[in-house]
C-alpha cells in the first residue's frame, strides 16, 4: 500500500511532504521521493531504500518551492531502484501513484508508437506520459486529466502535479483511498487521515470514481456525474490512524478497504512485467508429495479455497484440518509434506499448537500471516505476509482476501514449478489475478442493491448458504460472517449435500442465499436453486451476467457480481456475502466491530 501525499501550500513544502511520508512507513516501501513546482518548473528528488536516504538527497540538492507531491513506494512494476521510485515526470507531468494500471501494456505501447521515450520499467510512467500527450492536444489540465483517467484500467490512487500551470494538484480515486485536507488558504491530499494529521482536521474523503482539483481556493471533486460535493469531516489528529473516515463502522471501512489490500497482497507475489507468481522459499514444488493447511475460522476457510485452487493447477494433494482437532486424532504424518498454518495475527493457539505438532514430524513449514514478527512468524521455515495492513474488526474481511490472494499465487506458482501450466498459462493466470482487485471494487458497488436484500434477510431466524466448488468453501464464510456479527443461525453448505438432509429446512421463512458464478459448476447450482424454490424456499441468487440470464426464474433477489475468471471467483464474490453480513447486523444494532462473546486473535485453546 504506497503513500501519497499532496500540499498545495503557502511556505516551503519539501519538509512538509517528508513528515508526512514519515506518517506512512506503517504502510511499507522501498523507495521514496518528492516533486515541486520551483518557478514553474517540475524538479524531483528520489532514493531506493528508507526516507533517510530521502532525507540525505535533499540536505545536497535542497527543494524550494510552496506546491509539491510525494510517495512511498512498495515495488510491484519494476525493482526498488531509484529509477523506479516515484514521482514520474513526462514532459511537464509529475505523477504519483498507488495500484495497478492494468492495461499498461497495451497504452505503453501505443505511446512508444508516438515517440514516446521511458526511463523507468513502472505502469505509472504510463499515465505521466498519457496525461502529458493530451495536454499537448490543447486541452485544458482538468479535460485533459478526465481524458486520461478514462483510459486506465485497474484499481488505482492518482496525484499530480503539472509544471507551467497555476499553484494545483489534481487527483483520481479508483479503489485505493484518498483523502482531502483543508487548511487555512492551503489544501492537502494523502492517502489516509493519518497522513494529513500535522497540517488539518478537516478533512474529506474521496468516493470511488472521484477526482478532484486542489488549489489555494480549496477543493473542486468530480464524479461521472460532473461537480459533486463531498462532506467535510472534523477528525483529532492523534486518532487519524484508527479513524473509520466515512464509514459508520471498522468492518465497513475494511470491506471497502479490500481492494488496496488485495493489490498490495498479490504486488508481493507476483513479478507483473515477466507475469510470473513467485512464493519465496527453497521449496522443492516439483518433489513435494502434499500440503497440510491448518487454520481456525476465517482462516480455515481461506485454506478450504486455496485447496481446490492447489489441487485443481498444481496437480498437487492438499489436506485442510481444523487445528482445534488436528492433532488430537493422531493424524498420520509424513517429512515429505510442506505444514501451512494460516492466522491473521500468527498467536491462534490451536493453530500454533497444529504447526508444531507437523514440525515434530519433520515437515517443512510456513504460515500465511499479517503479523510477521508473530510466534507462528518466527517458528516456521517460510514466513508469507498477507501484507493487509491493520484489521480492526473482529469479524475478518481484508485478511481473508488478502489470505486468499496468497493461496492463488500460491497455486499458479506451484503449477508452473510441477510444469502443470506452461509460461503462457501462467501468464495469463497472473494477469486474471491482477484484476481482481479492480472487479472487488466492483462488486463493493453493490452496496446498495446488497443493503436492500439485508432488511429482509435481518427478519429470518435461520439463513443457509450453498455453493459448489470453491464456492461451497465461500458459503460457509457467509454463513460465519452471518452468525458472528448479526446472531443469526446460518449454516453453510456444498450445494449437493442439499438432498441429503439440508433440504428438510428449507421452507418460506427461511431465506436461501446460493453463490453461484457462472462456472463449471453452474448448471447444478440453478438445479439446486430450482429444488428450493419447488418448496417454497426464498432464494436470493448471487451470480455474474452470464449466470444472471440462465437464471431459472422465481429468485426473490438475484445480486449481480462482476464477470470474472474462475480463479478470482472467491475474491470478487467475498464483498457481497460481507456486505450482507454487515447491513444486517447494522439493522439489527448489533455490535458489528465486536460482536459478543468474540476476540480478535484467540491465544488460548
Known amino acids: 500500500m504506497c503513500g501519497i501525499i499532496g500540499i498545495v501550500g503557502k511556505s516551503p513544502v519539501a519538509d512538509r511532504l517528508v513528515e508526512s511520508l514519515k506518517r506512512l512507513e506503517y504502510r511499507g516501501y522501498d523507495s521514496a521521493g518528492i516533486a515541486a513546482k520551483v518557478d514553474g518548473v517540475l524538479e524531483r528528488r528520489r532514493a531506493p531504500g528508507k526516507l533517510k536516504e530521502l532525507e540525505k538527497v535533499l540536505a545536497a540538492q535542497p527543494l524550494e518551492a510552496t506546491t509539491g507531491i510525494g510517495h512511498t513506494r512498495w515495488a510491484t512494476h519494476g525493482a526498488p531502484t531509484e529509477r523506479n521510485a516515484h514521482p514520474h515526470i513526462a514532459g511537464r ?152 473516515g466515512n464509514y459508520r463502522h471498522f468492518m465497513e471501512k475494511e470491506i471497502h478497504d479490500q481492494p488496496e489490500g488485495c493489490q498490495r497482497t498479490i504486488a508481493a507475489y507476483v513479478d507483473v512485467l515477466n507475469g510470473t507468481a513467485s512464493i519465496p522459499g527453497d521449496i522443492d514444488w516439483q518433489n513435494l508429495e502434499r500440503i497440510q493447511i491448518v487454520a481456525c475460522g476465517t482462516s480455515w476457510i481461506a485454506g478450504m479455497i486455496g485447496r481446490y485452487l492447489i489441487e485443481a493447477l498444481a496437480d498437487l494433494p492438499v489436506d485442510v484440518e481444523i487445528a482445534s482437532e488436528f492433532r488430537y486424532r493422531n493424524p498420520s504424518l509424513r517429512p515429505n509434506a510442506l505444514a501451512i498454518a494460516m492466522s491473521q495475527s500468527g498467536e491462534t493457539a490451536d493453530t500454533l499448537a497444529a504447526l508444531r505438532h507437523c514440525k515434530a514430524a519433520g515437515m517443512k513449514s510456513a504460515v500465511v500471516v499479517n503479523a510477521p514478527e508473530s510466534t507462528m512468524a518466527r517458528e516456521v521455515d517460510h514466513v508469507w505476509p498477507i501484507h493487509c495492513g491493520p484489521e480492526i474488526g473482529v469479524a475478518s474481511t481484508k485478511a481473508f482476501t488478502a489470505q486468499v490472494s496468497v493461496m492463488i499465487a500460491l497455486a499458479i506458482a506451484a503449477a508452473r514449478a510441477r510444469n502443470k501450466i506452461d509460461a503462457a498459462e501462467e501468464q495469463r493466470l497472473v494477469k486474471v489475478l491482477l484484476g481482481a482487485p479492480r472487479l472487488i471494487a466492483e462488486a463493493i458497488g453493490l452496496e446498495s442493491a446488497i443493503k436492500d436484500v439485508a432488511a429482509e434477510i435481518a427478519k429470518a431466524r435461520d439463513v443457509l448458504y450453498l455453493g459448489r466448488g470453491p464456492m461451497s468453501a465461500l458459503a460457509l464464510e457467509g454463513a460465519l460472517k452471518l452468525k458472528e456479527i448479526s446472531y443469526i443461525h446460518a449454516e453453510g453448505y456444498a450445494a449437493g449435500e442439499l438432498k441429503h438432509g439440508p433440504i428438510a429446512l428449507v421452507d418460506e421463512a427461511t431465506p436461501v442465499i446460493i453463490l453461484a458464478p457462472f462456472d463449471t459448476w453452474f448448471e447444478k447450482s440453478a438445479s439446486n436453486m430450482s429444488e428450493v424454490m419447488a418448496r417454497g424456499g426464498q432464494v436470493v441468487f448471487i451470480t455474474d451476467p452470464e449466470g444472471a440470464k440462465h437464471a431459472p426464474a422465481g429468485a426473490k433477489v438475484v445480486v449481480t457480481a462482476p464477470a470474472c475468471d474462475p480463479l478470482i471467483s472467491a475474491l470478487v464474490m467475498s464483498a457481497p456475502i460481507q456486505l450482507l453480513a454487515y447491513h444486517v447486523a447494522v439493522v439489527k444494532g448489533a455490535d458489528v466491530d465486536q460482536p459478543r462473546n468474540l476476540a480478535k486473535s484467540v491465544t488460548v485453546e
Open 93 to 244: 507531468v509529475a505523477v504519483v501513484h498507488n495500484g495497478i494500471i492494468e492495461n499498461f501494456a497495451e497504452l505503453k505501447a501505443e505511446l512508444i508508437a508516438a515517440g514516446r521515450v521511458f526511463s523507468s520499467d513502472t505502469d505509472t510512467e504510463v499515465v505521466a506520459h498519457l496525461l502529458d500527450t493530451n495536454l499537448n492536444t490543447g486541452l485544458a489540465p482538468l479535460a485533459a486529466f478526465k481524458a486520461t483517467l478514462d483510459r486506465l484500467s485497474g484499481a488505482f490512487a492518482l496525484c499530480v502535479l503539472i509544471g507551467g500551470e497555476d499553484e494545483v494538484i489534481l487527483a483520481a480515486r479508483n479503489g485505493p483511498p484518498l483523502a482531502v485536507g483543508h487548511g487555512d488558504g492551503e489544501m492537502f491530499i494523502g492517502s489516509d487521515g493519518l497522513a494529513l494529521g500535522p497540517f488539518t482536521n478537516k478533512i474529506t474523503y474521496l468516493e470511488d470514481g472521484d477526482y478532484v482539483l486542489l488549489s489555494h481556493e480549496g477543493a473542486r471533486i468530480f464524479d461521472a456525474t460532473g461537480e459533486v460535493a463531498r462532506p467535510v469531516k472534523t477528525v483529532p489528529a492523534s486518532a487519524a490512524l484508527m479513524e473509520k
